[in-house]
């Protein structure tokens, strides 16, 4: 089985221990190490398949902290570097009564921005099946070169691109530059994910099979649409499937959707599923996979943080 490459932020999430009050309002909060990219590689890893995470942190326990998490999650660290130059990002949480969330973050800059497109080698995508990139670090800083060298080299070594832009608007002077940034990326990737409320900042169209119809023009061939309470979708130019959301005690949404894409990009990789496939996967095989995806995201909105489940764990939940 090949491996998910992911590349971009690592960063500490300080979760509130109190729910339904704002974010001026939390007295008490938990370390938890976080990062889409990085919760995205660890869902791979958690469930039996091989991930690797490219990222920078700063020399400090913070930074410390990130890399004995992702070890211990069985995440290859070896292209996770460290500097001096800033302190690994910080993101203070808040969440509402139904668990949803509000941001802030502390990385003017941090250690990640810092990562530099002569650092992303081709030795570090070998045997790779798949690159994931989100939007947080295609800020104007050398990470946002590093990405492009990263989509290079994975193309080159035959991987299938992953593009889950995961919008965080308090990262940026002004979301017009969120999305011009966004929409650069986007005929880079072979697969993008979007929450149904990113569907229109993204792609301009309100409707997710004519948003798809316009990323598919530019080259995408799988487009991934979880909807929170009302489910997930996912559309290829050839078919789409739908999957119902599973009913379970919510207690923070923090890592929902990279779990979704993640416990996605190992059923592709497990089942040996490239760039050539993706558009013409049966939607009897889509639905299995979109249903395989809910139950693994709803174990982890079961829990504080993006906390990902082992696959044992997942059988015991849903042994069917």
């Not at 700063?58 to 930074?63: P, R, T």
């Not at 139904?98 to 570090?124: H, K, V, Y």
């Not at 139950?295 to 849903?318: I, N």
């Amino acid at each position: 089985m090949k491996k998910v490459v992911a590349i971009g932020e690592l960063l500490i999430d300080f979760v509130p221990q109190q729910k339904g009050c704002a974010l001026d309002e939390v007295t008490h909060f938990e370390r938890v190490a976080g990062g889409a990219p990085a919760n995205v590689a660890a869902a791979v890893a958690r469930l039996g398949g091989h991930a690797a995470m490219i990222s920078q942190v700063g020399e400090d326990a913070f930074g410390t902290h990130i890399l004995k998490v992702l070890e211990g999650n069985g995440v290859d660290i070896s292209s996770v570097f460290r500097t001096r130059r800033a302190n690994t990002g910080l993101a203070f949480v808040s969440l509402d009564a139904t668990g949803n969330r509000e941001f802030s973050f502390f990385r003017n800059p941090s250690a990640d921005l810092f990562l530099d497109e002569a650092q992303i080698q081709l030795a570090m995508f070998a045997d790779c099946a798949a690159l994931h990139f989100c939007s947080v670090d295609l800020v104007d800083w050398p990470v946002r070169a590093a990405h492009r060298r990263a989509i290079e080299l994975a193309r080159e070594a035959g991987a299938l691109i992953s593009f889950d832009p995961n919008v965080r608007l308090p990262l940026w002077d002004d979301p017009a530059d969120c999305q011009a940034a966004i929409r650069a990326f986007l005929p880079s990737a072979d697969l993008v994910k979007l929450s149904d409320d990113e569907v229109e900042f993204v792609t301009g169209c309100a409707d997710e099979r004519a948003a798809a119809e316009q990323l598919f023009a530019d080259g995408c061939k799988l487009l991934l649409v979880t909807r929170g309470a009302h489910g997930s979708a996912v559309y290829t130019p050839q078919t789409e499937a739908f999957a119902e959301t599973l009913s379970v005690p919510v207690t923070d949404t923090t890592g929902a959707g990279d779990s979704f894409i993640g416990s996605f990009l190992y059923q592709l990789t497990r089942d040996g599923v490239g760039v050539h496939e993706l558009s013409t996967l049966p939607q009897a095989q889509l639905k299995r996979y979109l249903r395989f995806s809910a139950q693994y995201a709803s174990l982890t909105v079961q829990h504080k943080g993006a906390v990902m489940a082992t696959m044992d764990e997942l059988k015991q939940a849903y042994p069917d």
